[in-house]
Nanobody, 115 residues
Framework: QVQLVESGGGLVQPGGSLRLSCAAS????????MGWYRQAPGKQRELVAA???????NYLDSVKGRFTISRDNAKNTVYLQMNNLKPEDTAVYYC?????????WGQGTQVTVSS
């Protein structure tokens, strides 16, 4: 069974940094487009950052210049480096893997930005 396991969430003060990791197992990782989504209480899930199998990236406008998505195909892992975090970044962050009609989600990791 495919597994996506996120880690790296936590509580951080405004202006701080966190790096999220998503380790994938039982998939041919390198062919998947990977994404990080987030969902805040009472809001819809939104795409924060994505990286294709060819390492093209795109970002939510509000995180451009602060967040960086990357992947390490040798480690079957995708990362989200988050700098200059703001309270509005508080949400559960989910890892997503997608190729053709196959799609998988991780269980989510909580990120809380608060002083």
């Amino acid at each position: 069974q495919v597994q996506l396991v996120e880690s790296g969430g936590g509580l951080v003060q405004p202006g701080g940094s966190l790096r999220l990791s998503c380790a994938a197992s039982r998939i041919f990782f390198s062919i998947y487009d990977m994404g990080w989504y987030r969902q805040a209480p009472g809001k819809q899930r939104e795409l924060v950052a994505a990286i294709t199998s060819g390492s093209n990236t795109n970002y939510l406008d509000s995180v451009k210049g602060r967040f960086t998505i990357s992947r390490d195909n040798a480690k079957n892992t995708v990362y989200l480096q988050m700098n200059n975090l703001k309270p509005e970044d508080t949400a559960v962050y989910y890892c997503n893997a997608r190729v053709f009609k196959s799609e998988y989600w991780g269980q989510g990791t909580q990120v809380t930005v608060s002083s």
